[in-house]
């Protein structure tokens, strides 16, 4: 592990790294190990996977049975608006379009990754060399609760050169007392980032005590 924050300094020039510049959803990635801890696969959870499928399925369905007045057979359902359904139905939509996801094979050392914001695709294979870190950051959420402050802590992966746009392969939110540094919340990200860089062999900095901007704008 390299002590100091990210990006470092290369000849006294700050490496500044380039924001992401693709909008969408922020897909909730985990990383979990597979195959007796030879792969590392950050993917949404089964749950997440299901309930964007039942958006894009269901709302259209429910769309779709409200305005054609097939309502009339279920005469003890109460319906909503046709437009609900497909609003839900383009919620998934949108969310199937931000979907992410990429494995990391331990063994040779090689990643491939399922990269893009939108209708296009593209699977992208390469190196874990390509890696430059992995980095613990902190954003202020604009909305507090009653005597505290709500926190968003992600693990985000860079590529070294920019190389491939970053990724954010874990997050979670935190309430801190009001007062308490920012970074007081994020033990248990520290440690899974700490875990994630031992078996990548790559270096982590924890960047959880300088709060700053979400590397993934929703547009």
């Not at 959803?25 to 030879?38: D, K, M, V, W």
């Given at each position: 592990?390299?002590?100091?924050?990210?990006?470092?300094?290369?000849?006294?020039?700050?490496?500044?790294?380039?924001?992401?510049?693709?909008?969408?959803?922020?897909?909730?990635?985990?990383?979990?190990?597979?195959?007796?801890?030879?792969?590392?696969?950050?993917?949404?959870?089964?749950?997440?996977?299901?309930?964007?499928?039942?958006?894009?399925?269901?709302?259209?369905?429910?769309?779709?049975?409200?305005?054609?007045?097939?309502?009339?057979?279920?005469?003890?359902?109460?319906?909503?608006?046709?437009?609900?359904?497909?609003?839900?139905?383009?919620?998934?939509?949108?969310?199937?379009?931000?979907?992410?996801?990429?494995?990391?094979?331990?063994?040779?050392?090689?990643?491939?990754?399922?990269?893009?914001?939108?209708?296009?695709?593209?699977?992208?294979?390469g190196s874990l060399s390509e890696l430059d870190a992995v980095v613990l950051m902190t954003e202020v959420l604009p909305m507090g609760?009653?005597?505290?402050?709500?926190?968003?802590?992600?693990?985000?992966?860079?590529?070294?050169?920019?190389?491939?746009?970053?990724?954010?392969?874990?997050?979670?939110?935190?309430?801190?007392?009001?007062?308490?540094?920012?970074?007081?919340?994020?033990?248990?990200?520290?440690?899974?980032?700490?875990?994630?860089?031992?078996?990548?062999?790559?270096?982590?900095?924890?960047?959880?005590?300088?709060?700053?901007?979400?590397?993934?704008?929703?547009?």
């Amino acid at each position: 592990m390299k002590p100091g924050v990210y990006p470092p300094e290369v000849g006294g020039v700050e490496h500044r790294w380039i924001p992401r510049r693709k909008g969408g959803l922020e897909t909730p990635l985990q990383g979990r190990f597979t195959r007796e801890g030879t792969r590392l696969a950050f993917a949404p959870s089964p749950a997440y996977d299901a309930l964007v499928l039942i958006c894009l399925i269901g709302g259209p369905l429910y769309g779709l049975v409200t305005t054609m007045g097939w309502a009339i057979l279920l005469p003890n359902a109460a319906f909503g608006p046709g437009w609900v359904g497909i609003a839900v139905g383009l919620a998934g939509l949108w969310a199937a379009m931000s979907n992410e996801r990429m494995t990391v094979n331990l063994t040779d050392r090689s990643y491939r990754r399922l990269e893009g914001q939108g209708i296009v695709k593209r699977f992208v294979s390469g190196s874990l060399s390509e890696l430059d870190a992995v980095v613990l950051m902190t954003e202020v959420l604009p909305m507090g609760s009653l005597g505290g402050t709500r926190v968003m802590y992600r693990l985000v992966i860079f590529w070294r050169g920019n190389r491939q746009p970053l990724l954010i392969v874990d997050s979670e939110s935190s309430t801190i007392a009001a007062g308490a540094p920012v970074q007081s919340g994020a033990g248990r990200l520290h440690q899974i980032g700490l875990n994630y860089s031992a078996a990548m062999g790559v270096p982590f900095y924890d960047n959880a005590h300088l709060p700053g901007r979400c590397p993934l704008p929703v547009v």
